[in-house]
């Protein structure tokens, strides 16, 4: 049901329901992410924030059991941190915090940090987004030792100035 545009949008929020209750998809991990991931690059803004949720969910639950799908969700996500939609990039944010608790492709993560650094450049940032970014790179500082995270708090200094 996610290729149907009437349908794909109640389809997300059923999969996210299912995800969230004790049944175990363990099994259907790789199908589900791989079907879902194409969905971030849609126009629609609410297919994009529930495809999010989605991915969010199943990499919160079942995370250990999807290594495989783990770059591709984020290689797909980096590519939708724009500041032309903060919402969608709070969301996306959520998700790269999730992320960097995994062993993930070492460019594909430094991709994703010189995204949220451009992000950094926006004059359109509200406090939400700031505070998103900050746990992105905090749980990057926290778990991911892959990761030269100081060159890039250093890049990160010299753009936001914090009074």
């Given at each position: 049901?996610?290729?149907?545009?009437?349908?794909?949008?109640?389809?997300?929020?059923?999969?996210?329901?299912?995800?969230?209750?004790?049944?175990?998809?363990?099994?259907?991990?790789?199908?589900?992410?791989?079907?879902?991931?194409?969905?971030?690059?849609?126009?629609?803004?609410?297919?994009?924030?529930?495809?999010?949720?989605?991915?969010?969910?199943?990499?919160?639950?079942?995370?250990?059991?999807?290594?495989?799908?783990?770059?591709?969700?984020?290689?797909?996500?980096?590519?939708?941190?724009?500041?032309?939609?903060?919402?969608?990039?709070?969301?996306?944010?959520?998700?790269?915090?999730?992320?960097?608790?995994?062993?993930?492709d070492?460019?594909?993560?430094?991709?994703?940090?010189?995204?949220?650094?451009?992000?950094?450049?926006?004059s359109?940032?509200?406090?939400?987004?700031?505070?998103?970014?900050?746990e992105?790179?905090?749980?990057?500082?926290?778990?991911?030792?892959?990761?030269?995270?100081?060159?890039?708090?250093?890049?990160?200094?010299?753009?936001?100035?914090?009074?």
């Open positions: 049901k996610l290729k149907n545009d009437m349908k794909r949008i109640a389809s997300l929020r059923a999969i996210n329901r299912i995800c969230a209750s004790s049944c175990g998809l363990t099994n259907y991990c790789t199908s589900i992410v791989k079907s879902v991931s194409p969905l971030l690059s849609k126009s629609d803004n609410n297919v994009k924030l529930n495809s999010l949720q989605v991915l969010n969910s199943f990499v919160e639950k079942y995370g250990n059991d999807m290594k495989p799908t783990l770059n591709d969700i984020l290689l797909s996500t980096t590519n939708i941190i724009t500041a032309e939609n903060l919402q969608v990039a709070d969301y996306a944010l959520d998700l790269l915090s999730k992320l960097t608790k995994f062993k993930l070492v460019d594909a993560l430094n991709n994703a940090i010189e995204k949220v650094i451009l992000l950094t450049e926006s359109f940032l509200v406090e939400k987004t700031i505070l998103k970014i900050l992105f790179f905090s749980s990057l500082a926290k778990y991911n030792t892959s990761v030269d995270y100081e060159e890039y708090i250093k890049v990160l200094e010299k753009k936001v100035s914090i009074t």
